[in-house]
């Protein structure tokens, strides 16, 4: 990954009730530059009240640095979770969607 996450930078995140990943857009708390996006691959969110937001996460991250730049993270925890093959499927499947994602952002 290559990035230093500070304790103080400001994190934008984004869930969906609809798809298998969630997002962490990270930006510097000093200067306010895009650091890159923390993606992780997880069930669709579940909206418990207008304050609580649930998720299962499955282990495997995606790290898109500011320049496009995508690195998978995590591959070898997933294998320890012992997943269901649907889902490890549709986990697969969220990681091939998520560059795509990106591009369009």
């Not at 530059?33 to 299962?56: F, H, N, Q």
């Not at 269901?84 to 369009?104: I, M, N, S, W, Y």
Request: net charge negative; hydrophobic share 40%; with cysteine.
């Amino acid at each position: 990954m290559g990035t230093v996450i500070k304790h103080s930078d400001r994190f934008v995140e984004t869930y969906y009730t609809e798809r298998w990943f969630n997002f962490f857009e990270i930006h510097d708390h000093d200067d306010r530059v895009l650091k890159g996006w923390y993606c992780t691959v997880a069930r669709p969110a579940v909206m418990e009240s207008d304050t609580v937001i649930s998720y299962l996460d499955l282990a495997l991250d995606l790290w898109v640095a500011p320049d496009g730049t995508q690195t998978v993270l995590d591959e070898d925890k997933v294998a320890a979770l012992d997943l269901d093959q649907q889902t490890c499927h549709q986990a697969r499947a969220a990681v091939g969607e998520l560059p795509k994602f990106f591009v369009e952002k």
